[in-house]
Structure formats: C-alpha cells, structure tokens
C-alpha cells in the first residue's frame, strides 16, 4: 500500500465503499484513488484483485462511482432515480463476467476472468449497488449529515438512526467541533 496517498474508508457495503473513494463531495473533496495503481489497491482490499489497470479503466471505475453516489443519494432521499446513472450502472453490471465461488471453507469469494478483470470487478461492484439501491438488503440507504460530505452510506444499525458515514472521521470531526462551540463561552 501507498502510504502518500490518502487512505480509504472501507465500510461493510462495497458499493458505498467504492463511491467512498471521493470524499468531502461537498467541501474540499479527496480522491482516494487518483491513480491507477490505487484502484488496484482498493480492488484488492476489497476482494476484487486485478493484475493491473489503465487510466482509461480508471476513468470508467470513477464514471461508474460517480452514477453510483448519484442513484444512492436519489434513493436516500426518496427522489426518482437519475436516468443517466441507472444506464451507467446497469452497463457495467452486464459488462463483467465475474463468477461467485465457493472456498472450501464455506466463503464467498470472486472470481475474475484473465482479460477483463477491471471490468469484471466493476461488474462486481455495480451489482452490489444495484442490490442496494432496490432494497433488497437489510438497511437503510441515507446520507450523512456532515455538510461537507453528504455521503450516500448504507445504514445497519438496528435503530437505522446513524447518521454519519464514518464514525472514525465525519462522526469524530462533528463531535469535536460540538464539543469545540460548547466550551467557547465558558473561556
Ligand atoms: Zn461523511
């Protein structure tokens, strides 16, 4: 791993994870995965191995990030979903011919094909948004309330009352700034 790029945020969700890779959407934003050599590490990290990756396959891995947050962040607000995005995301989940193997040990693991296996992972990925985004799983697709992230994430939590889509850095940040503001008029 590169430690001069910035470093990811991995949920449990790969597809909130992926559009995760552009951070702070609404303030100064981060790109997680500016080079190709970083898709390939977030791909790895993520269970989706390649063996290598071009800019023209990083530009289709951010076209697709991009309709994905835009169909997540509809859905979490209930609005109609963008035509545009489905289109994209549909696309790639028919362009990929990844395979769901079973380890000896009883996991779920994917298999890429030799060729293609950019594609196939984004095939990967874009199945699992659209899993997400028909409800098909259990949760609650919302956006975290920071204002300068906005993050469509995907909400487990029993009570489906989280609002933040990273405890460790959104969460924290609101926490402290609060905490920040309560102690000012007292010094
Ligand atoms: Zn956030």
Redesign the pocket.
């Known amino acids: 791993m590169s430690a001069r790029f910035p470093e990811f945020r991995l949920g449990e969700v790969l597809a909130t994870s992926f559009t ?1 890779t552009l ?2 959407r609404q303030g100064d934003p981060v790109e997680r995965i500016p080079t190709p050599e970083r898709l390939v590490d977030w791909l790895t990290v993520s269970g989706l191995a390649v063996g290598s990756c071009t800019t023209a396959q990083l530009e289709r891995a951010r076209e697709l990030r991009e309709s994905i947050h835009a169909a997540a962040t509809a859905a979490a607000l209930h609005e109609p979903l963008p035509a545009s995005a489905v289109r994209v995301i549909n696309d790639y989940s028919a362009r990929g011919r990844a395979a769901a193997v079973l380890t000896p040990e009883g996991e779920r693991r994917w298999r890429l094909g030799a060729t293609s296996s950019v594609e196939d992972a984004l095939s990967v990925v874009a199945a699992d948004a659209v899993g997400v985004i028909a409800g098909e799983r259990d949760g609650r697709l919302a956006l ?3 204002p ?4 469509a ?1 995907f909400d487990t939590s029993q009570s489906r009352t989280r609002r ?3 405890m460790n ?3 924290n940040r609101q926490k402290k700034a609060r905490f920040n503001a309560s102690h000012r008029g007292t010094t």
């Open positions: 995760g951070s702070e975290c309330a920071s300068t992230c906005r993050a994430f933040w889509c990273d850095t959104c969460g």
